[in-house]
């Protein structure tokens, strides 16, 4: 089995965050406090028909896992050991998740299945789960892509995520071998504002979708599609560039975060940047009116794997994983921050409808 990559041995300082200057830009919160399902269809804690940490505000950490089914594991069998797996896994949270330590923390487990999984069990994949095709200029490295689960693990502090990832990885047995895995953090705000900035030295923001677009949009069910990438980012190179020519190139206000050429904006979520954006500008490429209102939502962090590899993690959720096809084709085709960017992983997953009382993380999909 590959061997699990520890992508994050390196904490990034303050002072590395300021000399990079500059990150894609267009990474944002959830969709607002507001935007959680209520109680009713959460719950309190970990039990709800929906997952926690989608619609969650971000967190200042982010801990992704990959974990591939042994192989000699297969049909049937496959299917019960997996589903004892997910078993203790959904106890074990249960527990965890609903103390006062990871309330305060905020800590949040999100798990997915991969594309490859459902077959290799006999069962029938859910309609929409399908390994992302190849794009132009992805320079894919095998051991930083794909996976049979995928556990999206996210807190306040790093000592959570890595104490629960520990729990899980021992519960896992000899049934799930990890993969791989990426640390990502919220960098500071190098003016000491509230809002982050990333690693280009853009505000994290353009608005994502409300409540009722998360409905529309992100979920399908209770259940949600999420595509990882790990995306390097060439800073020293953008960091060069004036700032008038760096954000003509995201389409966004540097100092503001708001439109160009449109005055101070009210905050990151103003809408409509997109009308004053340059033609070839991340933003102008990534407008949802270019896919008929289709949205994502995108809850990306920074990584930093030592002074040479810094980028982004980039995790968007959506009910149909096509629009990331299609957005990821324009990029390619008109965004000029495509020649800043390289992505070098990359994994789709399913996200699984959440855990009851009597039915465990996977029982829609294992019986």
Not at 223 to 228: D, G
Not at 304 to 309: I, K, L, Q, R, V
Request: aromatic residues 6%; neutral net charge; charged residues 25%.
């Amino acid at each position: 089995m590959p061997k699990a990559t520890n992508a994050a041995s390196e904490t990034p300082t303050r002072r590395r965050v300021l000399i990079a200057g500059a990150g894609l830009g267009l990474t944002v919160t959830a969709c607002t406090r507001g935007a959680d399902p209520p109680e009713d269809a959460r719950g309190p804690g970990f039990h709800g028909l929906r997952q926690a940490g989608v619609t969650t505000p971000r967190q200042a950490t982010a801990l992704l896992l990959a974990y591939d089914l042994d192989p000699a594991l297969r049909g049937a069998a496959g299917g019960r050991a997996l589903k004892a797996v997910l078993g203790a896994w959904t106890h074990a949270l249960a527990e965890t998740l609903e103390s006062d330590s990871s309330r305060a923390a905020r800590l949040t487990v999100t798990v997915g299945i991969g594309p490859a999984l459902p077959a290799r069990l006999g069962l029938r994949a859910p309609a929409a789960l399908r390994d992302l095709p190849a794009f132009t200029g992805d320079r894919l490295d095998p051991d930083r892509c794909g996976g049979d689960l995928l556990v999206q693990l996210c807190a306040d502090t790093a000592d959570a995520t890595e104490a629960i990832a520990a729990t899980l990885t021992r519960l896992a047995g000899e049934t799930l071998y990890p993969r791989w895995r990426q640390d990502g953090f919220l960098p500071p705000s190098p003016d000491g504002g509230t809002t982050p900035r990333n690693l280009l030295g853009f505000q994290d923001g353009p608005a994502n979708p409300t409540p009722e677009e998360c409905e529309r949009w992100v979920w399908s069910g209770n259940a949600t599609y999420l595509v990882v990438r790990r995306v390097h980012l060439r800073l020293e190179d953008f960091a060069r560039l004036a700032v008038h020519r760096q954000e003509e190139i995201i389409g966004r206000d540097r100092s503001t975060g708001g439109p160009l050429d449109a005055g101070p904006s009210a905050g990151p979520s103003a809408g409509g940047p997109e009308d004053a954006a340059p033609p070839r500008s991340h933003v102008r490429a990534v407008s949802p009116r270019l896919d008929a209102g289709a949205r994502m939502l995108r809850r990306g962090y920074s990584y930093a794997d030592g002074p040479s590899d810094q980028g982004m993690l980039f995790l968007a959720f959506m009910r149909d994983p096509t629009l990331f096809a299609r957005v990821q084709r324009r990029m390619a085709a008109q965004d000029e921050l495509s020649g800043f960017a390289e992505a070098r992983g990359s994994a789709m997953a399913y996200i699984l409808p959440g855990a009851r009382a009597g039915r465990p993380l996977g029982a829609e999909l294992l019986g």
